[in-house]
């Protein structure tokens, strides 16, 4: 068998190249907006991800922590440490400032916790958890803004010295720092109140989650999984519309190139297809010439697109630590199934000028 | 007798399926950059309609507040007293702004919840339908917010575990990231256990100078303009998102070179027994360059008109079907498009041009 779809095509390596470029870019740009979302949903979501605790307990009708306010009275803390299947409750306060320096500044997350606790950071680079007026700060931040250990840093109107640095909690939208609880009550006002509390579970997690739920007025429950799938949510509800937009522009995009790919390459051949179809090919074998060359210019450029869009990725790294580029499985299933897509609309035209070539045209003389 | 050809031009159009299908191509991808940017105008223009319509001269902040986005502020009420008594100030009072996300008929919103006192300033400044909130469980909604969820005067919904009646709709309160719920001062202090505080204070003033100086002196508070405060607000979300959309509107014009180039190659690659014949019969480099450029520059400005037209149409479909969208283009940034358009062709012009400058005239005189 001569494979005659993929020479038609590859003969010219400059236009095969241009036209597989083309539509690979097509597919970068859907595959790197949707990177850059997965990404920042995953950094959302680090706290929880990252966290010891099996339960979350907020205010009622609070299910997420990013841009969220929740208070919960402390003495309910005594009585779900009560309830069975509960090992331990640990109380956190939560708020959002600015983390400031003379050399600029970060929107931040503020974070309470008892020191030793398990609300606080989990991974400690340098130097050590906070003790009263002191601060830990994440180290892509601290690189940001030329903060070192033992360096005085401003949030929430005062100053704190630098006493450990964390990792993996800056993202594209801020970053987290970390203070002893009782300093951010201080500052916060709000006497006898968390934030949050963690609950760490001998029991099935969903199970303790529900009768805490159903022991506590005013207050809701979650797992972990359930608390973070809750705060990706936020991030993926909130850009579902314009990835919509983008996706939809993109799908233009590659639509027109992929028509002009196979457009060009059937024209440069309409000889050759006329000495096919006098030769007895018939209108299924000259479409299947056609569907095989936009499956390949798809499947090449999907390959390539994948490819760009992780050598982006680790360029963004490289450049700005704080942008995440992920490329997931759904976000290649959707790039692939567009990109068919896109190639079975793009055939349409090529397809037309194929079926209407007459065997005729071999017996024609050129001009 | 004899005229010049326009060779570029008929080359170009000699095929005007494949014409159209470039320019459309191009056009899609010069669309979604200026749908992009317009985007962006537009969301740099909602993040700061607060602070450009709370009717405030002045927002008294805790110290070292710069912005509403980034910052968070406390204010004590007893500070209103001393506001009070200066006399350059007219009208002060607090509000509350907080950040709140929570379920709407199955779907995460990311709320602004701003509480300020009846016939206060800081509440909505523009209602389509019913009032502002008077009590502890009234709410004034968007209303592009309200009618995506069915929501309407006299409707209920719930919001941080409580009960809350729609009393009015406000315009102008959206944008594709958040939406303004507005409470009163007192609703927004039980939602968020908050004790006597206030996130500002808001000041209306005559004299904004000697009001700021006075304010300093006497209660050690920040008074900000809210033309300052807008600026840090659009300055954190710069930071936050103009990387990315850089990087998207990047990709878009590396797309639409693309585009462009593709097609003047095959039809470089289709004529070339014409090129080999005009090269054969005296044509230089440059006329040949002038051909390919000739044909690249006018795909690229013409696929560049038709996506500003599909900008217009794409932006209108939007905000009819998503009135949260704004899209908003300044002619400083078009005269930057038409600029970048014909970049675009020179650079889509390079790769035809090398195959042309490669091409042997003896190629004509060889039969088939």
Redesign the interface.
């Known amino acids: 068998m001569v494979p005659v779809a993929r020479r038609m095509l590859f003969t010219?390596r400059?236009?095969a190249l241009?036209?597989v470029?083309?539509v690979a870019?097509?597919l970068?740009?859907a595959l790197?907006?949707d990177g850059?979302f997965a990404g920042t949903t995953r950094q959302v979501s680090r706290y929880i991800d990252t966290s010891p605790a099996d339960v979350f307990v907020s205010?009622?009708?609070?299910?997420?922590i990013?841009?969220?306010?929740s208070?919960v009275p402390l003495a309910v803390t005594d009585q779900i440490r009560q309830l069975p299947g509960v090992s331990w409750v640990e109380a956190i306060l939560f708020?959002?400032?600015?983390l400031?320096v003379p050399a600029g500044?970060r929107?931040s997350y503020?974070i309470g916790y008892p020191p030793g606790g398990r609300g606080g950071p989990q991974t400690l680079v340098e130097g050590r958890e906070p003790a009263t007026g002191e601060i830990v700060v994440d180290d892509s931040a601290a690189k940001a803004l030329d903060i070192a250990l033992g360096d005085e840093v401003?949030v929430?109107?005062r100053r704190w010295r630098v006493s450990g640095l964390t990792t993996g909690m800056t993202s594209?939208?801020?970053t987290s720092v970390y203070v002893t609880f009782d300093d951010l009550a201080a500052l916060?006002?709000?006497p006898n109140?968390a934030s949050y509390l963690l609950i760490g579970s001998s029991g099935d997690p969903e199970s303790v989650a529900e009768s805490i739920e159903a022991a506590v007025s005013?207050v809701?429950t979650q797992t972990r999984q359930r608390f973070s799938a809750?705060e990706r949510?936020?991030v993926r509800?909130?850009s579902t519309?314009?990835l919509n937009?983008?996706a939809i522009?993109?799908f233009?995009?590659g639509?027109?190139?992929i028509?002009?790919?196979l457009?060009?390459a059937v024209?440069?051949r309409l000889r050759d297809i006329g000495v096919m179809k006098a030769l007895g090919l018939g209108r299924l074998g000259v479409s299947r010439l056609v569907l095989i060359q936009a499956m390949w210019t798809v499947v090449t450029a999907l390959a390539l697109a994948v490819a760009v869009t992780f050598s982006?990725g680790a360029i963004?790294a490289a450049l700005?630590p704080d942008?995440d580029v992920v490329v997931e499985a759904t976000s290649l299933l959707r790039a692939g199934t567009g990109g068919v897509l896109v190639a079975g609309v793009g055939v349409v035209?090529p397809l037309i000028k194929v079926w209407r070539v007459d065997p005729a045209t071999v017996f024609r003389r050129?001009s | 007798m004899f005229g010049r050809v326009p060779a570029a031009r008929r080359m170009t159009t000699a095929d005007p399926r494949r014409l159209a299908v470039s320019v459309l191509g191009v056009g899609a991808a010069i669309g979604l950059v200026l749908l992009l940017q317009g985007l962006w105008n537009g969301q740099l223009v909602q993040i700061t309609a607060y602070e450009d319509h709370a009717g405030a001269d002045l927002f008294v902040a805790q110290s070292g507040t710069e912005s509403i986005l980034g910052d968070r502020s406390a204010v004590p009420l007893t500070a209103l007293a001393e506001l009070a008594a200066i006399p350059q100030i007219q009208q002060a009072d607090p509000v509350h702004i907080h950040y709140t996300v929570f379920d709407l008929h199955g779907e995460k919103e990311f709320v602004l919840l701003v509480g300020s006192d009846p016939g206060g300033l800081g509440g909505p400044w523009e209602l389509s339908n019913g009032r502002q909130a008077q009590t502890v469980g009234e709410a004034v909604l968007d209303r592009t917010f309200a009618e995506e969820h069915d929501l309407e005067v006299g409707s209920e919904f719930q919001m941080g575990g409580r009960t809350f009646r729609t009393v009015g709709l406000s315009e102008g309160t959206r944008s594709w990231m958040t939406s303004l719920v507005f409470v009163t001062a007192d609703t927004a202090r039980v939602m968020t256990g908050g004790g006597e505080v206030a996130t500002f204070l808001l000041v209306r003033t005559a004299e904004p100078d000697e009001a700021v100086a006075a304010i300093r002196a006497r209660t050690g508070l920040d008074p900000i303009p809210p033309t300052t405060l807008a600026e840090n607000d659009r300055e954190i979300l710069a930071g936050i998102m103009e990387g990315p959309v850089l990087l998207m509107i990047g990709i878009a014009f590396a797309a639409a070179t693309l585009v462009v180039a593709l097609t003047v190659y095959s039809g470089v690659v289709e004529r070339l027994r014409e090129y080999g014949i005009v090269k054969a019969i005296g044509a230089g480099p440059g006329r040949i360059l002038g051909l390919v450029v000739g044909q690249t520059v006018f795909i690229a400005v013409a696929g560049s008109v038709v996506g500003y037209l599909m900008y217009l149409g794409g932006a209108w479909l939007v905000g009819r079907l998503r009135p949260q969208f704004w899209f908003s283009l300044q002619w400083r940034q078009l005269l930057v498009l038409a600029a970048a358009a014909i970049g675009m062709g020179l650079v889509a012009a390079i790769i035809p041009a090398r195959r042309l400058g490669q091409l042997e005239p003896a190629s004509v005189y060889r039969g088939w």
Request: proline letters at 1%; hydrophobic letters at 55%; aromatic letters at 2%.
């Open positions: 010219d400059r236009r241009l036209g470029a083309g870019i097509a970068v740009m790197t907006l850059i205010q009622e009708g609070v299910r997420t990013h841009m969220a306010t208070v708020s959002s400032d600015a400031r500044r929107p503020v401003e929430m109107g594209i939208v801020n916060l006002g709000l109140t005013g809701s809750e949510a936020v509800e909130m519309d314009l937009i983008m522009a993109a233009l995009v639509l027109a190139v028509g002009l790919v457009y060009a024209l440069s982006i963004v700005a942008i035209i050129t």
